[in-house]
């Protein structure tokens, strides 16, 4: 089974800390992905990664920032919290298009407060 | 660009009731189609897909779904619903062609099961 591991479920920082979300597969995925789900809104793509070194914005991308130094491994950083940034976060990751379109796997997601 | 749509923000059920839940996609091309489901406080969890095929797809947990090219919908059906069904459910497209990545999730429909 995929294993997609996110480092913490709940998590409160303060307006204008830097944040770092971690997520973690097991499944040598090329591709990973965050997500921002919120009320009424559902999932926003936030930032993905088809290769280590390699990102790609998604509809969303304002206020953050990722890294994928490692390929099980891809953070999403926000850079100086801000209260607009409340929300639950959903890293998910899927095999690379190289080996044929599979569906995303993802985490059992972050809250975020920001206060 | 894709979108889709879940017309159906709520339903409420009983339970052994049937369900089925509604989703339409707006593509050029016939997508790769999805369904999760979410548990509150949880992650999304994969219920089934459709690339290509039999157009009636077998999921876990009793779960179904059949793609109508003539209607572009891809709805959820389940014979008799129990109450651990009670859970946002979040339909999703891929783009079938080459070098996609982006999953467009329609915004969900948050299934209530009175017992």
Redesign the interface.
Known sequence: DVKVTQSSRYLVKRTGEKVFLECVQDMDHENMFWYRQDPGLGLRLIYFSYDVKMKEKGDIPEGYSVSREKKERFSLILESASTNQTSMYLCASSIGQGRGNQPQHFGDGTRLSIL | AQSVTQPDIHITVSEGASLELRCNYSYGATP?L?W?VQSP??????LL?Y?SGDTLVQGIKGFEAEFKRSQSSFNLRKPSVHWSDAAEY?CAV?P?G??????T????TKLSVIP
């Open positions: 790769y999805f999760y406080g949880q992650g999304l969890q994969l897909k690339f979040f891929l079938s080459a070098g996609s990545y982006q999953l999730f329609g915004k969900g």
